[in-house]
T-cell receptor
């Protein structure tokens, strides 16, 4: 089946620095990717929808200047957490849509765990 | 907007027994999809099963089956013959139309015991 890969799996950074997380579709072209955030023992919350070649669509309450999303190609979307603070520590996970009609299986990356010191 | 409710924060089941994880949803859309995902401690989201709102038959995938009761807006997951490896968080989710944007429930932590 289709594979979505995220990198890095784990990242620890100092407060005030920026961190970039990559989401790649390995064997299909993803016109749309989604970024989710998951706090410990909580559900996944959609942050934004990333569309290739256009600006991302952010969910209500998500700061677009804080969480920069770039979808420069059909196989890569990046999420940059700018000026990270401890409250940004979370599990970030992406999913990718192949462009086909909804077949019931959506493809998630392995997730990236961010810890801001 | 869609809303998913999973009322069981945690469940225990003995190995080889069946278990039902509850999920109710609220959407005003006529066409929607219902999903169940498994999330082990490693974090990845593993797709288990899908039910389309117009599918009349309950979906089945191996040991997983979805008890779809449309009038009650219920989409419970049934796991038969539980295995120790089934211990994980289980999330119910819904999307509408052809978009793959999912709304997730709060999850149920399943623990399979000997």
């Amino acid at each position: 089946g289709a594979v979505v890969s995220q990198h890095p799996s784990w990242v620890i950074c100092k407060s005030g620095t920026s961190v970039k997380i990559e989401c790649r579709s390995l064997d299909f072209q993803a016109t749309t990717m989604f970024w989710y955030r998951q706090f410990p023992k909580q559900s996944l919350m959609l942050m934004a929808t990333s569309n290739e070649g256009s600006k991302a669509t952010y969910e209500q309450g998500v700061e677009k200047d804080k969480f920069l999303i770039n979808h420069a190609s059909l196989t890569l979307s990046t999420l940059t957490v700018t000026s990270a603070h401890p409250e940004d520590s979370s599990f970030y996970i992406c999913s990718a849509e192949s462009g086909q009609e909804n077949t019931g299986e959506l493809f998630f990356g392995e997730g990236s765990r961010l810890t801001v010191l | 907007a869609q809303k998913i409710t999973q009322t069981q924060p945690g469940m225990f089941v003995q190995e080889k027994e069946a278990v039902t994880l509850d999920c109710t949803y609220d959407t005003s859309d006529q066409s929607y999809g219902l999903f169940w995902y498994k999330q082990p401690s490693s974090g990845e989201m593993i797709f288990l099963i899908y039910q389309g709102s117009y599918d009349e038959q309950n979906a089945t995938e191996g040991r997983y089956s979805l008890n779809f009761q449309k009038a009650r807006k219920s989409a419970n997951l049934v796991i038969s013959a539980s295995q120790l490896g089934d211990s994980a968080m289980y999330f119910c989710a819904v999307n509408t139309g052809t978009a793959s944007k999912l709304t997730f429930g709060t999850g149920t932590r399943l623990q399979v015991t000997l």
